[in-house]
C-alpha cells in the first residue's frame, strides 16, 4: 500500500473541505501598502520597487477608491514625468472580495478573472481591510493543514459506534436547521454545524467532507434565491441524507441548472461575490445519490444521500 499517496489524497480531500469552511478574511493580508489620489506616480515608483509589487490599492479616508498598477506607471511615464497624480492613471473599476466572504469565492474569483490579487473590503462600511493573493491561500491551507496533524497527533481519536450500542432494529437520528433567506453573513453557518454533529457521531472525515460541501452548496442557494428553508439530515447506519427544502421561486430548466457555470444569480447577487453556478454540479460531484424536484413559483426540494 503506498502510505504516501494516500496521504496527498486525504490531504487534497481536506484542502477541498478548507475552502469551504474559511473566510476571505481568514486568509487575507491585513497591512496593505496603499497611496492615496493625489500621491505622486514617482511615489507608487518607490513603493512598487521597494516592496515587490505589482500594484497597490488607492485609498481616500480608508476607503477604496481604485487601484494603480505597474502597467499604469509605465504609461505615465511615457505620456510625462513622475511627479504627475496618482489619479488620472489609477482604475476607478475595481474587483472587490469581502472580508467574510467564504474562500471557495476568492478561489472561483481568481480563476475567472485571472489578477494576481483582490483587495478586500468590509461588507457593511465598504472600508479596505486587507488584500488577498494566491500565496496568501496556500499560505492560509498549510498553516490549516499542520494544525489538524498537531491536532491528530495529539489526540488519537477512535469515533464511537453510536448504532452499534443502540437495541433497536432501526434507528435513525435526525438533525433540523433552520437557513435564513438573504443573509450573506451567516451563509455557511448551517452547514458548519451540522459538519460538527457529523464528526461528533464518529462518522469518517471523508464523508463528512462530502456532506459538508453539498450541503453548503445546497445551503448557498437557499439563501441567494429564496427566503430561506430548512435543511434535515437522516443518519443511520451505512448512509446520511440530506434534504433541503424552500418555498422559493423553483427552478425552471433543472437540466440547464446543473450545467456548470450556468446561473441566474441577479447582478447584485453576483457583486456580493456569490451565484457563480456550481452549486448543484459541486452538489452531484460530492454525493452518491441526488434527487432534485423543483416547481416554480412554489419551491425546490433537493435530496442527497452520502454511503458511509
Known amino acids: 500500500m503506498n502510505t504516501n499517496g494516500v496521504s496527498r489524497t ?34 507608487v515608483r518607490r513603493i ?10 488607492v485609498t481616500k479616508g480608508g476607503e477604496l477608491v481604485g487601484i494603480v498598477s505597474i502597467e499604469d506607471l509605465i504609461r505615465s511615464l511615457r505620456n510625462g514625468n513622475g511627479s504627475q497624480p ?14 467574510d466572504e467564504p474562500l471557495v469565492h476568492a478561489v472561483q474569483k481568481f ?16 472600508a479596505l481591510v486587507g488584500i488577498l493573493t494566491k500565496v496568501d491561500i496556500i499560505h492560509c491551507m498549510l498553516r490549516r493543514l499542520e494544525m489538524d496533524f498537531h491536532q491528530q497527533e495529539s489526540r488519537r481519536y477512535k469515533p464511537r459506534d453510536w448504532f452499534a450500542e443502540l437495541d433497536s432494529n432501526q434507528t435513525t437520528l435526525g438533525l433540523r436547521y433552520h437557513v435564513e433567506g438573504g443573509n450573506f ?7 458548519s454545524k451540522l459538519k460538527r454533529n457529523l464528526l461528533t457521531l464518529g462518522l469518517s472525515p471523508d464523508a463528512v467532507r462530502r456532506i459538508t460541501i453539498a450541503s453548503y452548496e445546497g445551503e448557498m ?8 428553508g430548512e435543511l434535515a439530515a437522516a443518519v443511520e447506519p451505512g448512509k446520511v441524507t440530506v434534504t433541503l427544502a424552500d418555498h422559493g421561486p423553483g427552478i425552471p430548466d433543472i437540466e440547464r441548472a446543473m450545467q456548470p457555470g450556468y446561473s441566474t444569480a441577479p447582478d447584485w447577487v453576483r457583486e456580493l461575490g ?27 426540494n433537493l435530496q442527497f444521500t452520502v454511503f458511509l
Open 111 to 126: 480563476e475567472q478573472c485571472g489578477y494576481g490579487r483582490f483587495p478586500v473590503i468590509h461588507r457593511k462600511t465598504k
Open 221 to 228: 442557494n437557499m439563501v441567494i434565491f429564496t427566503e430561506g
Open 48 to 57: 512598487l520597487k521597494e516592496h515587490k509589487l505589482s500594484g497597490t490599492p
Open 185 to 191: 453573513e451567516k451563509a455557511g453557518e448551517v452547514s
Open 10 to 43: 486525504l490531504q487534497a480531500a481536506r484542502t477541498q473541505e478548507l475552502i469551504y469552511e474559511l473566510k476571505v478574511e481568514q486568509a487575507m493580508t491585513r497591512q496593505v501598502i496603499t497611496v492615496e489620489p493625489e500621491d505622486t506616480m514617482e511615489e
Open 86 to 99: 496618482v489619479k488620472p492613471w489609477m482604475s476607478e473599476s475595481v474587483t472587490t472580495l469581502y472580508a
Open 274 to 300: 456569490f451565484g457563480a453556478g456550481m452549486g448543484l454540479p459541486n452538489i452531484k460531484n460530492c454525493a452518491h445519490e441526488l434527487k432534485l424536484e423543483s416547481k416554480v413559483g412554489e419551491g425546490t
